[in-house]
């Protein structure tokens, strides 16, 4: 590995002096945790369609593309045309606004249990506010998550994020953190019991229907219904977390795919199109108690929205990005998915062709590789994850990006855009066996 760190840093020189002065303003040179990885990391200059380019002019294919928001790639035309214009019309009105309005209605018609919405800057206010909201409808303090399930830097929901899953995730967190409590994906048996020791002051399970951040792992037959069945019986509130799974893995979400009910859904990344949103959303029985007309009376739920809120460049990428979705859904969706199967199976063939112990996981245009140590034959949970060789995945990433120009956040799954095409994959599998040839997965 000495030798990719060694090429990677002849051709990040201007990366590295920037990330000098950059860990003097920022505590580990960055805005957002997993952005960091060793020694540094590049600092980007441009990014169009499926390239971003760094200060050195090195020139990487994007599988991270923007924590996977950017469903059509970096700067798609429709969308920077779009956004030139309103920017001359004013960034940010601070006031209610036509453009929220309309793209509060595309949402509303293409999820319609989204009977209601309230618009924030991220997803993680989106899922404070969700839990929030649930605790206020139900009147009950507890709140059931994944272990391993990610749902933003909110204090309520930075639990069981990191293996062990058991200590704090860091410190300064308040005494909330006693009321949550973590099941583990795919184990219905396991989560029954769990949530049963707490049902009567649950308010709310929160899941991803996907497991993302903690994995990309698809939910086995039967899991989350299981989950809905029990949250129905007890007056539990679903929330399904769609930050990534909304629009990514078909144009009405991942619920609708899966036939869920979720009396709440959170919403994020693509529906802004490349710029910040976060959203609640859901039964209006649920989301009108955040009406503030109603702030005298009993029940009133006080949730934001934020300075940034509905801001009209944001609304202008969301409409352009979701009306170019719905009008080609069955063009991305079928092209995305197949590239995604595609990567899938190609991948897990060129590991088995060399005896290497690989599993990649994921659905529609989302895909992860694991190494697992032992004797795992399926990753059904982020315990599973965090037991294979994280290592070797993060050299496998690091060699695609110092040595071949494709670019994974390390040690993070990848998202097909669609911008990507089957060179690009192929370009991908064939870099792949050449890692293993050379020798520099051991
Ligand atoms: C499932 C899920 N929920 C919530 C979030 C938080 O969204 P944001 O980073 O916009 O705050 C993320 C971010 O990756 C996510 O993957």
Known sequence: MDEFQQIYKINTKKSHSLYKKSSNIFPGGISHNIRFFNPYPFFVRKANGKIITDVDNNNYIDYWMGHWALILGHSPKIVSKALAKQVMNGTLYGTVNNLSLELGDIIHNLIPRAEMMRFASTGSEATMYAVRLARAKSGRKFIAKIIGGWHGFNSTLLETVNYPFSSAEGMGFNPDRN????????????????????????????????????????????????????????????????????????????????????????????????????????????????????????????????????????????????????????????????????????????????????????????????????????????????????????????????????????????????????????????????????KLLQ
């Open 179 to 438: 009321y949550i409590k973590s099941i583990p994906f795919n184990d219905l048996d396991a989560s029954l019991k769990i949530l049963n020791s707490i049902k009567d002051n649950l308010a709310c399970l929160i899941i991803e229907p996907v497991l993302g951040g903690g994995g990309c792992i698809v939910p086995e037959k039967d899991y989350l219904q299981g989950l809905q069945e029990f949250a129905k019986k007890n007056g539990i509130i679903l929330v399904l977390d769609e930050i990534v799974t909304g629009f990514r893995l078909s144009i009405n979400g991942a619920y609708n795919m899966f036939k869920l009910e979720p009396n709440l859904i959170t919403l994020g990344k693509i529906a802004g199109g490349g710029l910040p949103i976060g959203i609640v959303c859901g039964e209006k029985e649920i989301l009108s108690l955040a009406d503030p007309k109603n702030r005298s009376k009993e029940g009133y739920c006080s949730i934001g929205g934020g300075t940034f809120s509905a801001n009209p460049v944001t609304m202008v990428s969301g409409i352009q990005t979701l009306t170019f979705l719905r009008k080609n859904k069955d063009q991305v969706y079928d092209k995305i998915n197949n590239l995604g199967n595609f990567i899938r199976v190609e991948l897990e063939k060129v590991f088995y062709e060399y005896n290497i112990n690989a599993i990649i996981t994921g659905i529609g245009s989302l895909f992860h590789i694991h190494f697992p140590n032992d004797n795992i034959i399926k990753i059904k949970n982020a315990t599973e994850v965090a037991l294979c060789d994280r290592e070797k995945l993060k050299n496998f990433h690091f060699v695609l990006m110092a040595k071949y120009g494709i670019f994974f956040l390390p040690n993070k799954m990848g998202a097909i855009s669609y911008v990507h095409n089957k060179q690009d994959l192929i370009k991908l599998i064939e870099s792949t066996r050449s890692i293993i040839e050379y």
